[in-house]
């Protein structure tokens, strides 16, 4: 009954930038901790940034002031808007939902997550 499907991945040279959007269904964006994880060459999802019920933001340290995590609960979105795009943001991007509702605070690793877009591919050349 969950789904999240994520779009906007693409090509791009360092310096552009692309935006990412989650489209949730079977849950209120506004109610749930929300997350993207990015999985590289290797096979760990790390994660990226992520929105908590309340609106609270958090980031990791590689994208912070570049990166822009927002939901759009009209739409039931979340969004990541991606700025400043280096070769090692080069990723599939994963959108992620925490299936606890409410919780207080933001978890920042995978196995905190329950339900799990396909990605996005993002790659960004130099």
């Known amino acids: 009954q969950v789904q999240l499907v994520e779009s906007g991945g693409g090509l791009v040279q360092a310096g552009e930038s692309l935006l990412l959007s989650c489209a949730v269904d079977?849950?209120?964006?506004?109610?749930?901790?929300m997350a993207w994880f990015r999985q590289g060459s290797g096979k760990e999802r790390k994660f990226v940034s992520a929105?908590?019920?309340?609106?609270?933001?958090v980031y990791a340290d590689s994208v912070k002031g570049r990166f822009t995590i927002f939901r759009d609960t009209t739409k039931n979105t979340v969004a990541l808007q991606m700025s400043n795009l280096k070769p090692e943001d080069t990723a599939l991007y994963h959108c992620a939902l925490d299936a606890m509702s409410l919780r207080s605070r933001v978890v920042e690793t995978s196995d905190g997550y329950n339900y799990w877009g396909p990605g996005t591919q993002v790659t960004v050349s130099s």
């Open positions: 079977g849950r209120r964006v506004g109610d749930y901790n």
């Open positions: 929105v908590a019920w309340t609106g609270n933001q």
